[in-house]
């Protein structure tokens, strides 16, 4: 039995949605909640507080999602946004360098490659590794609790030794793994996720979290209206002073319509304990690559369920065409970088797994 009730989401009669990597079905009460946002914001100043206070009501379960304090959390538009502005506010010198994965996201190494940051290339599936290769000059680890290219799982306590032994920053992008699994964001300096993934969100709002007990002295290089401390009118003639909490992430105003969206995500969430969502999900992986390995199709996901995520990754030169014959049988998997990503949450079941192996099967072959 699926442990998500599919008719809570608005995917297509017949369909086996199997893309949670990718972009994850509507919940029907997201149209109610976007609806609620269209009368708020149309109903003039109270409207407008309604639309304020649905913001800080956010931070605060997202808080609780993420087992942090509620000024630890703020909102950005994106991980790539979070991430640059992070890199933004450092005081990089010559001959600082970054540790990332070779197969890390863009979101997380972009920022840094165009500010000119040295980046030292260290597979985080080796920890040791990581520690060999960070130096006094190290100022950062930068790594996604789960990989998008393989939904390998990274062990982040062996990765915050490794920062730590150099005194560097330990920053996660959980956007791979929130959602389906317990989050412990305090590992990290800093942490970002997209909301649109496992967390049944809309594109619009990321979440950016701020250790403020690990970097109490943070702040951001540039500012706006929403992150500063003002009374009606700011003095700029004088210092202005940024906001104390992580709402210094929001320069300008927050995505109030995405914000409203995730708050019925989280009511679905809330229902469901996430060790039992985990344990859903990465049953189906096992199921999967079970089934992989005995048609002999290989996969480059790692088999140990400690060591890999809620997706089931199959490299393949034609990943487009066979992801575009799958789904006319039936079956939404996601593709792109040269691999076939097939990926859980919780409306799918066991039931699944055989059509999405003749779909596969037969897609491979056309």
């Given at each position: ?6 008719a ?17 079905p ?5 149209a ?57 506010s ?5 001959g ?6 070779r ?12 500010r ?7 597979p ?99 500012a ?13 003639a ?19 319509a ?31 690559l ?11 996901t790692?088999?140990?369920p ?35 990503r097939?990926?859980?949450h ?21």
């Amino acid at each position: 039995m699926p442990l998500f009730d599919p008719a809570d989401f608005l995917i297509p009669a017949g369909l086996v949605h199997v893309c949670a990597a990718g972009e994850t079905p509507v919940l029907h009460a997201q149209a109610m909640a976007l609806s609620r946002h269209a009368l708020d914001k149309s109903t003039g100043p109270a409207g407008r507080a309604k639309l304020d206070a649905e913001v800080e009501r956010l931070r605060a379960r997202l808080a609780a999602f993420w087992s942090v304090e509620t000024g630890d959390i703020g909102l950005v538009a994106s991980v790539a946004e979070g991430m640059s502005l992070l890199v933004e506010s450092l005081d990089w010198r010559p001959g600082d360098n970054v540790l990332v994965d070779r197969n890390e996201y863009a979101s997380v190494v972009a920022p840094l490659s165009l500010r000119g940051v040295e980046l030292r290339f260290v597979p985080m599936a080796e920890p040791e590794a990581v520690a060999a290769a960070a130096d006094a000059r190290t100022r950062m680890v930068a790594v996604s609790a789960v990989s998008y290219l393989d939904a390998r799982r990274h062990d982040l306590a062996a990765l915050r030794a490794a920062a730590d032994g150099v005194g560097a920053l330990l920053v996660v992008d959980f956007t791979q793994a929130s959602g389906w699994m317990p989050i412990e964001a305090s590992i990290a300096d800093f942490a970002f996720s997209a909301c649109y993934k496992w967390m049944l969100g809309i594109t619009g709002t990321a979440i950016a979290y701020w250790n403020r007990a690990r970097q109490p002295g943070w702040a951001p290089a540039t500012a706006g209206w929403y992150s500063i401390v003002t009374g009606p009118r700011p003095d700029y003639a004088a210092k202005l002073a940024l906001r104390p909490d992580a709402g210094r992430f929001t320069r300008g105003n927050p995505a109030h319509a995405p914000c409203y969206a995730l708050h019925a995500a989280l009511d679905h969430h809330e229902r469901y304990d996430r060790a039992a969502v985990q344990a859903h999900v990465q049953a189906l992986t096992v199921a999967l690559l079970a089934r992989l390995d005995a048609a002999g199709i290989p996969s480059i996901t790692p088999p140990d369920p400690r060591r890999h995520g809620a997706s089931v990754c199959i490299a393949h030169e034609r990943a487009s065409r066979v992801v575009e014959g799958m789904a006319a049988r039936g079956v939404l998997a996601w593709n792109g970088r040269g691999r076939i990503r097939i990926s859980f949450h919780g409306y799918n079941t066991l039931s699944q797994i055989d059509p999405i192996m003749c779909a596969l099967t037969a897609a491979l072959s056309d």
